[in-house]
C-alpha cells in the first residue's frame, strides 16, 4: 500500500487529473452503455409484448368467430325443414310394430338424398365443417356422408345426455374420429338436438365435425419469434397445436409451463438463461379454452445485436474524443489548485490552522487570499462562540444551581416540621440526614465533575425526601453496575431529570407510579437511563425542549436542556440526552457519557 502510495505522489498532476478523467469517462460511458442496453432491451420485450398481446387478441377474436359460425350452422341445419320432415316422419314410426320400416324408411334412396342435399350446404368446401352425423330420435345413426356411423356409434352411444335439455350447440372435446375415405383424424364434435317446429318434441340429434387443423390454421399463418401457440381446455389437456405430437398430453408436463388457475389473460416469464421463455396467455371463455403462447425470450433479444454494436461504435467514439479533451484540459491546470485543494483537505480534517501558502496576482493567488482571510474569520469565529456556549453552559448550570439548593431546602424543611408535628420524630431524622447528604454531595468541594458513585448517593437523598413527601404519587428503584461507579459524571445531572420526573410525570397522572434508574457500560461510552410511567411527552414538546424553542413555564424543558447542553460542551456532540416518550404512559430518558474516571 506504500509503495502504491509512493507510485501514485511520484505522477505528475497532469497525468493525474487525466487519469482521474480517463477513469471517469469510462466509468460514465460504460453505465450509460448499460442502461442503454438495458433500456433498449425493455423496450424490445415491451414491443414483442404488446405485438404478440394483439396477435392473441386477433386469434381469440377469430377463434370466436369460427366458434359462433359453426354454431349457427349447427342451427340452421337443426331448424331446416327437409331435415324436420324426415325425422319426424320417422319419430311417427316409431312404435313397435314400425320400427322396422322406420329403419328402412332412413334408409331409402330417397331419404338419403334428401338429408344428403341437405347436409352439403354446410360442409366442406362451402363451410371448414368436415362431415356431419344425425341420430333420430329412434337411436339409429343415418349414413349420409362421410362420417364413420360406426364410430359415432361406438363414441357417442345413444347421443342423448342430461345437457340436451338446454337445446344448444355442445362442443365435445378433442378426440379421434374415423371418415369413411380418409381415416383417423383429430376433431372437436359439435352437437345440437333437433327440435320439431310445430310440436315441440325431440325428433333428433345432428353432429358437426371439426378438424383440429382448422383450428390450429387461425395461429398457424401468424408470426411468432420461434415461439410456439397451444390451446389448451379445462383439464390442462393440449387440444390444439402446431406440433401434433403434443396433442392430447398434459400441458404443464409437456411444455413445463405453468398456466395460472384464476382463469386470467396473464404475461409473465419463466426459466431462466437460455430456456427462458416470455408467456402469454388468453382465456377464451366460450368453451374455458386457453389460449398460449410461448416465446423463447432469446429470440426476442435477437435484435439487440445490432444496437448494441452501435452503442459500443458511439462509446468507443465519445471515449476517444474524451481522452483528447482530458489530455488538453490536464496540461493547462497548474500544480498550483491542487496545493490550495491540499489545504482544503487539511482544514477539512480538523488542522484549522494550516493556510495557502500561495502568492500570486493570477486567478488563483487571489482564490488562495480570500481562502485564507476566510479561515481567518471563521476561526475567530469559532472561537468566539465556542467560549458563548461554554458561558451559556455555566450560568444555565449556576441557575439550575440557585434554583434547586433553596427550593429544596424549603420543601425538605418544611417536610421535616411536618413530620415533627405529627410526632414522626424518626423520619424527621432521616429526612434531615438525607438533606444533610444531598448539600454534602452538591458542594462537593467546589468540583463540577464527581464520581457516578457519589451522583447516585446525592439523587437517592432526593428521592428518598420526595418520597416522604409525595408517598402517594411515587416509589423508586435504582440498579447501577457496580463498574460504572467510579467513571465521572457532571454533577447535578441527575437530579433535574428525576425532578422533572416527579412534578411533570407522575404528579400529573395522579395516581401511584415508578421511577426506575439504571446504568451501565455499552461498548465505548456510558448509558444511565431515568424511566417513569407518568403523564409522558408529545414529540413536538421533546423537540421544543431539546431545541430550546419552549416556554419553561409551560414545560419543565429549561433543566432537560440545560443538562444536555452542559454534557454536550464538557465531552462533545456524540453524547448528551435522548428522549423516548409515549404520551399518557411512559418517559424515558438516556443519558449518554464518555467512559473517563474520575
Known amino acids: 500500500m506504500k509503495g502504491f502510495s509512493r507510485y501514485i505522489g511520484g505522477i505528475s498532476i497532469k497525468n493525474k487529473i487525466f487519469i482521474s478523467n480517463v477513469l471517469i469517462i469510462i466509468v460514465f460511458i460504460s453505465t450509460q452503455s448499460y442502461f442503454a442496453n438495458t433500456i433498449s432491451q425493455k423496450a424490445i420485450i415491451e414491443k414483442e409484448i404488446n405485438n404478440s398481446s394483439r396477435e392473441l387478441v386477433l386469434i381469440k377474436n377469430n377463434l370466436q368467430t369460427l366458434v359462433s359460425t359453426i354454431e349457427d350452422y349447427s342451427k340452421i341445419l337443426a331448424s331446416d325443414y327437409r331435415l324436420q320432415n324426415v325425422l319426424y316422419n320417422d319419430l311417427l314410426l316409431n312404435n313397435e310394430q314400425n320400427a322396422s320400416k322406420?329403419?328402412?324408411?332412413?334408409?331409402?334412396?330417397?331419404?338419403?338424398?334428401?338429408?344428403?342435399?341437405?347436409?352439403?350446404?354446410?360442409?366442406?368446401?362451402?363451410?371448414?365443417?368436415?362431415?356431419?352425423?344425425?341420430?333420430?330420435?329412434?337411436?339409429?345413426?343415418?349414413?349420409?356422408?362421410?362420417?364413420?356411423?360406426?364410430?359415432?356409434?361406438?363414441?357417442?352411444?345413444?347421443?342423448?345426455?342430461?345437457?340436451?335439455?338446454?337445446?344448444?350447440?355442445?362442443?365435445?372435446?378433442?378426440?379421434?374420429?374415423?371418415?369413411?375415405?380418409?381415416?383417423?383424424?383429430?376433431?372437436?364434435?359439435?352437437?345440437?338436438?333437433?327440435?320439431?317446429?310445430?310440436?315441440?318434441?325431440?325428433?333428433?340429434?345432428?353432429?358437426?365435425?371439426?378438424k383440429e387443423t382448422t383450428i390450429a390454421s387461425i395461429y398457424e399463418e401468424e408470426e411468432n419469434k420461434g415461439g410456439e401457440f397451444y390451446i389448451v381446455d379445462s383439464a390442462g389437456r393440449i387440444i390444439s397445436s402446431q406440433n401434433k405430437a403434443k396433442l392430447y398430453r398434459d400441458f404443464k408436463e409437456v411444455v413445463s409451463i405453468s398456466i395460472p388457475e384464476k382463469g386470467e389473460d396473464t404475461t409473465f416469464t419463466q426459466g431462466s438463461g437460455s430456456e427462458e421463455m416470455l408467456i402469454f396467455t388468453h382465456r377464451f371463455e366460450p368453451l374455458k379454452w386457453t389460449i398460449v403462447s410461448a416465446i423463447p425470450m432469446k429470440n426476442i433479444s435477437s435484435g439487440r445485436k445490432e444496437i448494441n454494436q452501435l452503442i459500443l461504435g458511439v462509446g468507443a467514439a465519445c471515449l476517444l474524443l474524451a481522452l483528447i479533451v482530458s489530455f488538453l484540459l490536464s496540461r493547462s491546470i497548474?500544480?498550483?489548485?491542487?496545493?490550495?485543494?491540499?489545504?482544503?483537505?487539511?482544514?477539512?480534517?480538523?488542522?484549522?490552522?494550516v493556510r495557502s501558502p500561495y502568492q500570486s496576482k493570477d486567478e488563483i493567488g487571489y482564490l488562495s487570499e480570500g481562502f485564507n482571510n476566510l479561515m481567518d474569520r471563521i476561526e475567530v469565529l469559532m472561537a468566539e462562540n465556542v467560549e458563548k456556549q461554554r458561558t451559556k453552559a455555566e450560568i444555565e448550570f449556576k441557575l439550575l444551581q440557585s434554583q434547586v439548593k433553596p427550593h429544596f431546602l424549603y420543601?425538605?424543611?418544611?417536610?421535616?416540621?411536618?413530620?415533627?408535628?405529627?410526632?414522626?420524630?424518626?423520619?424527621?431524622?432521616?429526612?434531615?440526614?438525607?438533606?444533610?447528604?444531598?448539600?454534602?454531595?452538591?458542594?462537593?468541594?467546589?468540583?463540577?465533575?464527581?464520581?457516578i458513585g457519589d451522583?447516585?448517593?446525592?439523587?437517592?437523598?432526593?428521592?428518598?425526601i420526595q418520597q416522604l413527601r409525595y408517598v402517594e404519587y411515587m416509589e423508586y428503584t435504582?440498579?447501577?453496575?457496580?463498574?460504572?461507579?467510579?467513571?465521572?459524571?457532571?454533577?447535578?445531572?441527575?437530579?433535574?431529570?428525576?425532578?422533572?420526573?416527579?412534578?411533570?410525570g407522575l404528579k400529573l397522572k395522579q395516581e401511584k407510579g415508578i421511577i426506575r434508574i439504571s446504568g451501565k457500560r455499552s461498548g465505548d461510552h456510558l448509558e444511565i437511563e431515568i424511566y417513569d410511567n407518568g403523564a409522558g411527552m408529545h414529540k413536538e414538546q421533546i423537540k421544543a425542549i431539546m431545541d430550546g424553542t419552549s416556554v419553561p413555564d409551560e414545560i419543565n424543558g429549561f433543566g432537560l436542556r440545560s443538562?444536555?447542553?452542559?454534557?454536550?460542551?464538557?465531552?462533545?456532540?456524540?453524547?448528551?440526552?435522548?428522549?423516548?416518550?409515549?404520551?399518557?404512559?411512559?418517559?424515558?430518558?438516556?443519558?449518554?457519557?464518555?467512559?473517563?474516571y474520575h
Open 102 to 210: 322406420s329403419a328402412e324408411g332412413l334408409n331409402n334412396l330417397s331419404m338419403k338424398k334428401t338429408l344428403s342435399e341437405t347436409i352439403s350446404n354446410i360442409v366442406e368446401p362451402n363451410t371448414r365443417i368436415k362431415a356431419v352425423s344425425i341420430l333420430t330420435a329412434n337411436h339409429h345413426w343415418v349414413d349420409v356422408g362421410f362420417a364413420d356411423n360406426a364410430y359415432a356409434s361406438r363414441i357417442f352411444g345413444d347421443g342423448y345426455g342430461a345437457e340436451d335439455r338446454y337445446y344448444l350447440p355442445i362442443w365435445t372435446g378433442l378426440m379421434k374420429f374415423g371418415f369413411l375415405y380418409e381415416g383417423e383424424d383429430s376433431v372437436f364434435a359439435v352437437s345440437k338436438t333437433v327440435i320439431h317446429k310445430d310440436t315441440g318434441k325431440t325428433i333428433g340429434r345432428i353432429f358437426l365435425y371439426v
Open 334 to 353: 497548474t500544480r498550483h489548485i491542487f496545493q490550495l485543494a491540499k489545504t482544503m483537505r487539511q482544514i477539512r480534517s480538523g488542522q484549522m490552522q
Open 411 to 451: 420543601n425538605t424543611v418544611e417536610t421535616i416540621i411536618s413530620l415533627i408535628k405529627l410526632g414522626l420524630g424518626k423520619q424527621a431524622i432521616q429526612a434531615a440526614q438525607y438533606m444533610a447528604n444531598f448539600y454534602k454531595i452538591s458542594l462537593s468541594k467546589g468540583d463540577d465533575i464527581i464520581p
Open 455 to 464: 451522583e447516585m448517593r446525592l439523587t437517592e437523598s432526593y428521592l428518598e
Open 478 to 504: 435504582m440498579e447501577i453496575d457496580n463498574e460504572i461507579l467510579s467513571y465521572s459524571i457532571p454533577k447535578l445531572t441527575l437530579q433535574p431529570i428525576v425532578e422533572n420526573a416527579i412534578y411533570h
Open 563 to 596: 443538562v444536555s447542553n452542559r454534557i454536550r460542551m464538557l465531552y462533545g456532540e456524540r453524547y448528551g440526552l435522548q428522549v423516548e416518550s409515549d404520551y399518557g404512559v411512559s418517559t424515558k430518558i438516556i443519558i449518554v457519557l464518555p467512559l473517563r
